[in-house]
């Protein structure tokens, strides 16, 4: 069950907190978050999962920056929220996709638990102007049934954007087996 706007703002300072709500901003059955002023790119031309990849920052101007098709572009909301016994989920606004601008690759969903800013994978479908403070996407909330464990994991509490950061996974696994190969967690059957 997704939460009502009207929830969203009655359960806020309990399970929702969201640095910077705006009453404004919130919508039927969820709460519009807004772009950070900074992004950040990948330089390298191929990404390697098993380690961290060069970033390079940049600022998006007051009369706003072009996106490029074919790039990725890490940005963050503005506001930090903080979610306990629900699952928060945030997906992009439809005024946004109808400019061909996905503010997320795959990594709508969040963990019960999660405090910290949402990083933003944004790729363009043809050249888009962006603006700093846009509201960029849409958070909502799932109900949750069953035992609660929250999530404390390596994004938890981030104050920035996040580049990918697999390769600490990839790697706390080799430390623990150094026998085992990157692909650890994959198991392979024989004959296919």
């Known amino acids: 069950m997704i939460l009502s706007g009207q929830e969203i703002?009655?359960?806020l300072g309990g399970d929702i907190v969201i640095d910077g709500f705006d009453p404004a901003r919130l919508n039927p059955n969820s709460y519009n978050l807004t772009l950070h002023d900074e992004l950040m790119v990948y330089e390298e031309v191929v990404l390697d999962m098993a380690k961290p990849n060069r970033v390079r920052r940049m600022t998006i101007p007051e009369e706003?920056?072009?996106l490029s098709p074919n790039q990725l572009y890490l940005g963050r909301t503005v506001e930090k929220t903080t979610t306990h016994n629900l699952v928060p989920q945030i997906e992009g606004r439809s005024s946004i996709g109808r400019l061909g601008l996905f503010?997320?690759?795959?990594?709508g969903f969040g963990d019960v638990g999660f405090s910290g800013y949402w990083t933003l994978e944004m790729f363009a479908v043809q050249p888009v102007r962006i603006y700093a403070g846009v509201p960029i996407c849409q958070i909502f909330y799932h109900e949750l049934t069953g035992e609660i464990t929250?999530?404390?994991s390596k994004y938890q509490h981030n104050r920035d954007i996040q580049p990918s950061l697999l390769f600490e996974e990839l790697r706390r696994?080799?430390?623990e087996d150094p026998q085992l190969p990157l692909n650890f967690g994959i198991e392979r059957s024989v004959g296919r």
């Open 64 to 66: 706003g920056l072009v």
């Open 9 to 11: 703002q009655s359960r």
């Open 103 to 107: 503010v997320h690759v795959t990594a």
């Open 173 to 175: 696994g080799a430390d």
């Open 150 to 152: 929250e999530y404390a």
